[in-house]
């Protein structure tokens, strides 16, 4: 089940669960839209993977329970902000390989 972080990993930025700004990449890691683009380049400085639009659960139980009253968005801070001399260098190597070739 997707975790539905509540933050930007690298800002803090509220991510609420209907947010459209929240991306993601393989492993969950979350970051706001502004971040991936401008900070980290769509290269996640915690695995090298590209980012998509995290998916938004259903507020509403339109079958089978499958909602966000039934499966709540976590409340789990990962504030973990990007050094971004570091993340450049890392990022360096692997930026111009399209997400899904790497």
């Known amino acids: 089940m997707l975790e539905l972080r509540p933050t930007c990993e690298n800002c803090n930025k509220p991510l609420p669960p209907d947010s459209l700004?929240?991306?993601i990449c393989t492993y969950e890691c979350t970051f706001c839209a502004t971040c991936v683009?401008?900070?980290?380049g769509n290269v996640c400085p915690n695995c090298g993977?590209?980012?998509v639009p995290r998916p938004i659960r259903p507020s509403k139980?339109?079958?089978g329970d499958?909602?966000?009253g039934k499966?709540?968005?976590?409340v789990k801070i990962?504030?973990?902000?990007v050094d971004?001399?570091?993340?450049?260098?890392?990022?360096?190597?692997?930026r111009n390989i399209p997400p899904e070739k790497r």
Do not use: M, Q
């Open 61 to 63: 139980n339109w079958k």
């Open 37 to 40: 683009d401008k900070v980290l």
């Open 49 to 51: 993977g590209g980012f």
């Open 71 to 74: 499966d709540p968005a976590s």
């Open 21 to 23: 700004e929240a991306c």
């Open 66 to 68: 499958n909602y966000l």
């Open 84 to 94: 971004p001399a570091a993340h450049a260098k890392f990022a360096a190597t692997i």
């Open 78 to 81: 990962k504030h973990r902000p």
